[in-house]
């Protein structure tokens, strides 16, 4: 019963992450009565060892020999017993891909756990096996702490159980412990026993004092009023507005054409490219109020200024050799737009959308080809030191722009119909021949089901960032370090802040198991090499270069007018419907997949509050649950299916065992004030639409769009770190209005950002800002992919 306590105790005090524990399929479900055979095991041994070793030191025997050869036994066992598990995993040799860092954890704790067991027999030939039991325990609670009470002190934790109970529970072991010493000290007169009680006496002093030091503090710290979660989130919509009204006043401070070629200039140090007064016209004539802001461009392309024009256009070309690549290619000759003929039917949508995307513009832009990124997820990761090479190589190119004395304004002949270019597209080689649809580019790696984190993405990092310095093994306790840099600490948990440093993800080692993406990607054929992809969205490390999505400029999840629902008209609930579509369910690592925790989330809080929360949090998958293997499909399943029926009304004839409730039409979202977007196998296309649609959109995600730099988190949307955990819960709670301790303007403040988030979304996301977006990088392609960049440049 003494570990059960214990872990009971530590568990209250971790931040969970939400992390699934599925209701069990054959073995699963005897989970927890093997973890309780365990115990009682583990009190068998330990009762019959200290027998031992107590018999033994008192004959004068040597059994340390006899012990060695049992634990070799046991692991032994635990060995032969463990392969039928790896035999039965299709690819069980991926578990065994390791590296240093993974090497160096399993080092420590092999050494720290060698270390306590040989103590822990040294020290039964003198203790009982009860006193050893509480100490060791009560060691490593207090071990277990130290990364909690760093954090602790900043939260009023006295008033939730869940912080104060714990800590109190740690002074009354640690005083147990401490009165058991002392009577060990007055039942023995040997040196022996006395040195060890003193010492005893020593750390549980220590330890009680540390615990006392932690439960007075925040009886005698004055926490200001601003880390209150109600506070914290008027604070945030506040400094958010004033970021957002300073933003659109620079984004279009030019007036006239001269006054956007003299900010370019200054903004991007070189002229624009030819045909920016084409693109001004454009740009004023749909009315954006956006002229002078494209960051997002500038950085996406100042890499491939490292590489020559000729070097971009071979790389293009080299993209469409193999099918296996999924890329779609478009051409631009004389002002018109060619898709290349080997698009599959399943993604010619993609190519049509941009081809009418593109049209309006295209007798201003030069002869040009791009490589379309067709699969859902982003595919470029060059390493750290190889991508600094290039943007410094980007730099000193466009400063050769800037000197040059030979400016053209007009876009001169290009080289495209010479052999660096190729005339045609080339449709790939047959099926099965080198080159065909199930060959790879050997530029490329298959990444399908493998986890991408450590191996693929980290590599984009600095060496000092965390994701090379250290593991995040426990899926379901929060990493705080990773979250603080870019979160709010509050008395109800932590607030996402910094969106864009929550993107990067070099200081979050814990996100590793947290994303589908990341874990166990569904489709992913990804390069370590600078190639020209253009794609829909990427995530922190990646750098394809964004375009606006076709999904998107096609309206395939629109927000129709004549289905809309005023605010005032809405339920003041939390509406989702969706399927598991992050990631591919193999080796169990779906439990830490973010839509599969969101719902676990959402259907705790429908069962712990049934009769508050169930009306306001209506949260479930639909569909049939693919993307997985045999046993992980069954396990999610029987998981899936119990949450859905807390959602569904007393009326509802449940689905039958392991069918998930049915789907609903999209305008279902229309009736809720409030809606989250999540990512799935890539970016989610709901986000625009749940902008313009009256409720208030709150937003997890990695995947970055076109649109980001629009957008002000806390003005236009809520965003929510993919973490979730309390502080999106109670932020939620706070703006229904739900929170008996939150402000009495929640409500009000959640509509005030709904409304500004559709009232941008009218004039910044439209579909002609897709346009005016794309006809601007287009621009800058060309530039950079023609022969005669250094001369080009528009001038007044």
């Given at each position: ?7 009971s ?44 070793a ?34 039965s ?10 590296q ?18 040989l ?15 509480l ?14 009470l ?20 740690a ?9 058991l ?22 750390c ?17 710290y ?16 506040s ?15 030019s ?24 693109w001004?016209e ?18 996406d392309?100042?890499p ?58 295209a ?17 470029m ?7 600094e090479?290039f ?25 495209f ?27 490329f ?57 929550a ?25 370590r ?22 999904w ?21 609930g ?17 439990p830490g ?30 569909g ?6 045999g ?55 709901r ?18 769009t ?6 002000q ?17 109670f ?6 209005g ?36 794309m006809?601007?990088?287009?621009l800058?392609?060309?530039r950079i992919?023609?022969?005669?960049r ?7």
């Open positions: 019963m003494w570990p059960l306590s214990i872990l105790a530590e568990l209250s005090v971790k931040f969970p992450t939400g992390t699934v524990c599925p209701v069990g399929w054959r073995w699963e479900r005897f989970v927890p009565l093997i973890q309780l055979v365990n115990c009682l095991l583990d009190a068998v041994i330990i009762s019959h060892t200290a027998h031992l107590r018999t033994a030191a008192h004959d004068g025997l040597d059994i340390f020999k006899f012990m060695g050869k049992l634990c070799l036994a046991a692991a032994g066992t635990i060995l032969v017993l463990s392969i039928p598990s790896w035999l995993d299709s690819e069980f040799i991926l578990a065994f891909r390791f240093a860092l993974d090497f160096r954890d399993f080092a420590l704790d092999g050494f720290l756990a060698t270390a306590a067991v103590s822990g027999l040294t020290l039964l030939s003198s203790l009982s096996s009860s006193c050893l039991a100490l060791l325990t009560n060691a490593a609670f207090a071990g277990s702490q130290i990364p909690v760093k954090v602790l002190p900043l939260l009023n934790f006295w008033t939730h159980r869940d912080f104060g109970r714990p800590t109190l529970l002074v009354i072991l640690a005083l147990l412990l401490w009165y010493a002392v009577r060990r000290h007055h039942s023995s007169d040997s040196t022996k026993s006395r040195s060890l009680v003193i010492w005893l006496i020593i549980n002093c220590g330890l009680a004092l540390l615990a006392l030091a932690v439960v007075v503090h925040p009886l005698i004055e926490f200001p009023e601003q880390t209150y979660c109600s506070r914290a989130v008027e604070s945030l919509v400094e958010a507005s004033a970021s957002s009204v300073a933003w659109e006043s620079q984004a279009s401070a007036k006239s054409l001269a006054d956007a070629v003299r900010e370019y200039t200054k903004r991007y140090t070189i002229p624009p490219p030819p045909n920016f007064d084409k001004y454009f740009a004023r004539e749909h009315n954006s109020v956006v002229i002078d802001d494209f960051d997002q461009i500038n950085n392309l100042l491939f200024w490292g590489l020559s024009p000729a070097s971009l256009r071979e790389r293009t070309g080299s993209l469409f050799a193999y099918g296996s690549t999924e890329m779609g290619g478009m051409r631009i000759r004389n002002g018109s737009v060619q898709q290349s003929p080997y698009i599959p039917g399943s993604h010619r949508w993609m190519a049509d959308s941009l081809q009418r995307m593109i049209a309006p513009f007798q201003w832009l030069p002869d040009m080809d791009f490589a379309i990124n067709l699969a859902d997820e982003c595919r990761v060059v390493p750290y030191e190889r991508m090479r943007k410094r190589k980007g730099q000193q190119e466009k400063g050769k722009v800037k000197k040059s004395n030979k400016r053209q304004e007009a876009w001169p002949n290009s080289s119909s010479q052999s660096s270019w190729p005339q045609d597209f080339t449709e790939p080689l047959p099926r099965g021949t080198n080159g065909g649809r199930d060959e790879i580019d050997p530029n790696a298959n990444n399908i089901r493998t986890p991408i984190f450590y191996d693929f993405v980290a590599p984009s990092c600095p060496q000092g960032s965390p994701v090379h310095n250290r593991r995040w093994w426990d899926w379901s306790k929060t990493c705080i370090d990773c979250l603080m840099p870019h979160s709010v600490l509050t008395d109800r948990g932590l607030l996402l802040a910094n969106v864009s440093l993107h990067d993800l070099c200081h979050q080692p814990d996100l590793a198991y947290l994303s589908g993406f990341l874990s166990s990607p569904s489709a992913m054929v990804g390069t090499e600078l190639l020209p992809i253009f794609s829909q969205a990427r995530v922190g490390g990646f750098s394809d270069i964004l375009i606006p999505s076709p998107n400029f096609d309206e395939k999840s629109a927000f129709k007018e004549d289905s809309g629902v005023e605010w005032q008209d809405k339920e003041d939390l509406f989702w419907r969706g399927s598991r579509s992050d990631g591919f369910s193999a080796h169990r690592r779906w997949f973010l839509r599969p925790r969101f719902v676990n989330e959402a259907y705790r809080r429908a069962v712990m509050f049934r009769d508050v929360v169930v009306r306001t949090v209506n949260v479930s998958f639909t049939e649950v693919s993307k997985c293997d046993r992980d499909c069954a396990a999610e399943a029987e998981t899936y299916s119990k949450w859905g029926l807390a959602t569904l009304d007393q009326d509802t004839v449940p689905p039958k065992a392991n069918k998930l409730p049915p789907s609903v039409p999209f305008e279902e979202h229309w009736r809720y004030r409030h809606l989250i977007d999540m990512d799935g196998a890539g970016f989610s296309g986000f625009l639409p749940f902008l313009e649609s009256r409720s208030l959109p709150y937003r997890a995600a990695l995947f970055r076109w649109y980001e730099e629009r957008l988190a806390w003005h236009h949307y809520v965003p929510v770190d993919i973490r979730l955990g309390s502080g999106f819960w932020s939620l709670e706070t703006l229904m739900s929170d008996p301790h939150g402000i009495r303007r929640g409500p009000a403040l959640a509509r005030k950002v709904a409304e500004q988030g559709r009232d941008w979304a009218h004039k910044a996301l439209r579909k002609e800002d897709m346009q005016i977006y006809f601007r990088l287009l800058e392609w060309g992919t023609h022969d005669e250094d001369n080009l440049g528009f001038t007044m």
